[in-house]
């Protein structure tokens, strides 16, 4: 059995429970992150603090821990499941009150979650198979650059992809692709140039992409941070997702359209590669 992390204690997972009137359960008023563990340690972790105090900030949460003792939080939860692969959840609540629309008053205690979860995550069949996707219309709220717990239209999305025999949605507003339900839209042009959406509150700031997007300054490959079409990813020579609990994974049909001869891209490959190997040297 897991022991999971409760407001200050690790306990064992079935004797962990939070009230009712806990507010994440109550409003989604709750923010996460999720951190990929390879050989028992963190990926990235400075990247998942940054945006943690990042969307504490945007939610005026104040959270009593700073990033040392949250990387201690982890490391304890992560030696203690005995976990090589996978990846730890961490969840922050607004606490506990009767049901109030208002904010409770400044200094209120939070509600503090951590678990793991054991994952294969460097030898999953996706990377080597590739995802199909679908396209859907971006009906979320107007504030998905903070990683709330709010994910319901996440889960209709990815039911509605499985209902059709895809794997994902990528998710359109305005006619452009803003990221996929839960983890950000990647194509690659055919005269080679890596291309996503540009920041903005209309998808999430993710760490693998900006990670990724370094690496691809680095190795001097041509990067542009721009929209782009459904039509245009159908149409492009590769195509891919990117998030902490797939790194990354080639897209290889869109809407039922392959993309270019529907086998997990050249680039694509090697992009994931030179991630992993990113990874593995940052680990912590
Ligand atoms: N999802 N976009 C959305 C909407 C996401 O939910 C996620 C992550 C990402 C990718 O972010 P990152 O590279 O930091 O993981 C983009 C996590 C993995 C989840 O909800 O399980």
């Avoid at 730890?88 to 904010?103: A, H, I, K, S, W």
Wanted: aromatic residues 8%.
């Amino acid at each position: 059995m897991r022991s999971v992390y409760l407001n200050g204690a690790f306990v064992a997972e079935n004797e962990a429970s939070i009230s009712i009137f806990d507010r994440g359960f109550m409003f989604a008023d709750g923010i996460y992150e999720v951190t990929a563990v390879l050989q028992g340690k963190l990926v990235d972790f400075d990247l998942h603090t940054a945006r943690l105090a990042r969307s504490l900030r945007e939610m005026s949460l104040e959270l009593p821990l700073d990033a040392a003792q949250l990387l201690a939080i982890h490391r304890e939860l992560i030696e203690r499941n005995q976990l090589t692969e996978g990846l730890v959840y961490m969840q922050v609540t607004r606490g506990v009150e009767d049901r109030n629309f208002f904010y409770p008053p400044a200094g209120s205690p939070l509600t503090v979650v951590l678990y793991t979860q054991a994952k294969t995550v460097l030898d999953s069949p996706l990377a080597k198979r590739g995802m199909n996707i679908i396209g859907l219309p971006d009906l979320r709220w107007g504030r998905s650059d903070i990683k709330t717990t709010q994910l319901l239209y996440a889960c209709m999305a990815k039911e509605q992809a499985r209902a059709q025999g895809a794997d994902d949605a990528w998710l359109v507003k305005d006619g452009w692709v803003t990221e996929g339900t839960s983890n950000n839209a990647f194509i690659i042009t055919r005269d080679g140039a890596v291309v996503t959406r540009e920041l903005s509150r209309a998808l999430l700031p993710g760490t693998t992409r900006a990670a990724l997007i370094e690496l691809v300054k680095e190795h001097d490959l041509r990067f542009e941070e721009r929209a782009y079409t459904l039509e245009e990813a159908a149409n492009a020579a590769e195509a891919f997702i990117t998030s902490s609990t797939s790194f990354i994974y080639p897209v290889v049909s869109i809407d039922g359209q392959l993309v270019a001869d529907g086998k997990p891209g050249k680039l694509t490959q090697r992009l994931r590669q030179l991630y992993i190997d990113h990874a593995l040297a940052v680990l912590v």
